[in-house]
């Protein structure tokens, strides 16, 4: 896919700039050139002796380099590129981009472009979530910028969350997406996956038995069809699908948040096992045991995702599929289902113990619309995924 695509990487200036040096690796297997751009900063975590002798090209780093002016002027360096590529993203890029700056070479060419940029964003887990951050961010990503991470966990600095840049397969990944030819490309595409914990004290939780294997398939069937994904996920037990913008959540009430967030999309895809209820008021502390004495709990209901999307009356998806895991009567309590939601389609399966569905590696489902029911046989996951994802795209280009 990338064989014969030139790829103008502009490295910021971040402790993540290492990943770059394999990141460059990763792409020049692949077939594709890369050009390395660098800031001054970047200079300071990586040498540009290092990521010269990577890509096999030379490393541009000033804006007023006379030599280079004369040879590939930066209008014209940031236009024979396929895609631009911003790792490490930092906060101060970020902020650049979305202010208009141009005030070193980095900075210019992302001004001077025309080409579609993807950006990772790294830096500290305060930096990324201040106000002024998202900000950018959010306007970045009206303007059309792509995003992939960040990935959340332990970084350099000592702190915890998110913040970490993509691992370099992933951001292939996404440079894959992002230059595909799919059915899907130019689509965003939202998918919920996995259970939610609902609190009952600082121990204890109520949940549904979803591993988010089947929205991790279709995330990832999604992305090989050139949709970008957003990915909000509760705590699943299956692997996080690579080339998603990742969104991680607890609770229903987080979920549903990430969800708003992530608004507009062209197609939402709600296969997430959210929790119907919730404790009213979580203890603050751990609940103890007293012998012949059961805690009393009071619950409430939790927000309905899937009817919150559907019914919007601005904003909302061109298309909205919900899932159904039902226990018996399955086609006509998912009947029931998309017409009380409000959603297009209704993807159902039996979750009864005996089937192992639920947690299990196949699936049996039907799929429910406005036109009837096509009874899927039982199938892998995956499978299952790439025939959704290719009805997706085929209702999704109807309606354009």
Not at 250 to 265: F, K, R, T, Y
Not at 365 to 391: C, F, N, Q, T, Y
Request: aromatic share 4%.
């Amino acid at each position: 896919m990338l064989g014969g695509k030139r790829i103008l990487l502009i490295i910021g200036g971040g402790i993540a700039a290492y990943k770059c040096l394999d990141l460059i690796r990763r792409l020049r297997e692949r077939g594709a050139a890369v050009t390395p751009v660098m800031t001054r900063a970047a200079g300071e975590f990586v040498t540009p002796l290092s990521v010269a002798a990577l890509a096999g090209e030379t490393v541009h780093s000033d804006l007023f380099d006379l030599t280079a002016e004369a040879e590939m002027g930066h209008i014209q360096l940031s236009r024979v590129a396929d895609l631009v590529v911003v790792a490490p993203a930092t906060a101060d890029l970020l902020a650049k981009m979305a202010g208009g700056h141009a005030d070193d070479l980095a900075s210019t060419l992302l001004m001077a472009t025309d080409t579609p940029v993807l950006v990772a964003p790294a830096m500290n887990v305060r930096m990324y979530e201040h106000p002024a951050t998202q900000r950018n961010i959010t306007l970045l990503k009206g303007d059309g910028v792509r995003f992939v991470g960040p990935n959340a966990g332990d970084m350099a600095c000592g702190e915890h969350g998110p913040g970490r840049m993509s691992e370099p397969m992933e951001i292939v990944a996404a440079i894959e997406q992002a230059m595909g030819d799919g059915p899907l490309r130019g689509k965003r595409v939202l998918v919920t996956s996995g259970p939610t914990h609902e609190p009952i004290d600082p121990v204890r939780y109520i949940a549904n038995r979803s591993s988010g294997a089947q929205g991790t398939a279709i995330a990832k069937a999604l992305v090989a069809l050139g949709a970008e994904v957003v990915f909000v996920t509760g705590p699943a037990d299956a692997p996080r699908p690579v080339g998603c913008e990742m969104v991680e959540v607890e609770s229903a009430q987080e979920m549903l948040g990430a969800v708003q967030d992530a608004l507009p999309v062209d197609a939402g895809v709600f296969a997430a096992a959210v929790a119907d209820w919730r404790v009213k008021v979580a203890s603050g502390s751990k609940i103890k045991k007293e012998k012949g004495k059961l805690p009393t709990l009071e619950f409430i209901e939790n927000p309905d995702i899937l009817a919150t999307v559907s019914q919007m009356s601005e904003g909302r998806p061109g298309l909205v599929v919900g899932f159904a895991a039902e226990t018996c009567d399955v086609i006509g309590n998912a009947q029931a289902k998309r017409l009380r939601k409000g959603c297009d389609w209704i993807v159902a399966n039996d979750v009864r113990p005996e089937t192992g569905i639920m947690g299990g590696t196949e699936n049996a489902v039907h799929l429910i619309s406005e036109g009837g029911v096509e009874d899927w046989p039982r199938m892998g996951k995956d499978e299952v995924a790439r025939r959704l994802a290719v009805r997706i795209a085929e209702a999704l280009a109807r309606e354009s």
